[in-house]
């Protein structure tokens, strides 16, 4: 075999199962075999090119799926295609195999842009999945770190727009569904398989349920930019836990939610939870200042706030050190790496990811020490 990789002895952690001492076979972008023992020995013979990797005493899992950050590596996804694929190399470093470009609140010609030049890097780049756009229709009341002057209210000619623009490689976006013209426009970016998410919401636990009704799938950073859980007011937190068909998005750096409540939401939604970074500029690049939608960011010990309020703005989290923070939570680490691979992958339809069964795509990533990211594979290819 020609560019093959068996990577053997290896503790495996896939489809929130356990496998001990297992090897995969890793070649033409796929997983073509995989087994237990020593059984992978009988593909190897003669000077055939197929490297051996013993992972003895390591974790091997699915590359990891993000479907929301807006950059790292010292640059912004919003700031063009050189930006992006800089702040997609620190991210693939730290495991991240595919990534969906999150774009912050901008007026809508201005995302329009922006979309067709995701929808261009998509087209070249298999490992970006495609965009979602954080806005623009958010709710002024709960618009986080968003630019204010560039919320506004869904249109049946917006939708249109950014759709076309899109063509295609709008795989998501966000809205607050309690906006004038909210549930129509989640009607129609369902029709148009774009998936939806409910956040940056003051809506209540009846409109979030309308909401999911509508067709939304998606609660953007669970707890973040809505309403919390009250015991005689549940909120869309609970409207989401209570639909088996929606999948709560977690930004697991600490910060944004207390462990002990990540553990929670894991045990409230089982199988339903996506891992995901939020992740700006100064993820894997340190503190400092930085610009996030036009606006002032301070990042602090590792944590990113808008300058002039104190507001959290976005996270500097990797998708390795989520899965590490989940983990010391108390949550099981097949849930933690679920919750990077298979989720995710369910929620942009592409079952093909997130997984190491055989015929998957061959993203792999291999942890020694604990949960140190050691080594790194995207198609079966090493990325040394």
Known sequence: MRDATI???????DAGRET???WVLLADGVVLERGTGTSWERLVGGDDGTRVVDATGGVLTPGFIDLHGHGGGGASFDDGPDAVRTALATHRAHGTTRSVISLVSTPVDRLVENLAIVARLADEDPTVLGAHLEGPFLSPDNRGAHDPAALTTPTASDVERLVTAGRGRLVQITIAP???GALEAIRAFRRAGVVVAIGHTVSDFAGAAEAFAA???LL????NAMPGIHHRSPGPIVAAMSEPSVVLELIADGVHVDPAVLALAFAGAPGRIALVTDAMAAAGFGDGAYELGG???????????LTDSGVIAG????QDAALSTVV???VPLADGVRALTETPARVVGRPELGSLGVGAVADAVLFRDGLDVSEVWIGGASLG
Do not use: K, M, Q
């Open 7 to 13: 990577i053997h002895s290896a503790r495996l952690i």
């Open 20 to 22: 001990l001492d297992a």
């Open 178 to 180: 309690e906006l004038p």
């Open 215 to 217: 067709g939304a799938t």
């Open 220 to 223: 953007t950073h669970a707890f």
């Open 295 to 305: 606006l002032a960011v301070s990042v602090d010990r590792g944590v990113a706030r």
């Open 315 to 318: 996270s500097t989290l990797t």
């Open 328 to 330: 010391t939570a108390g």
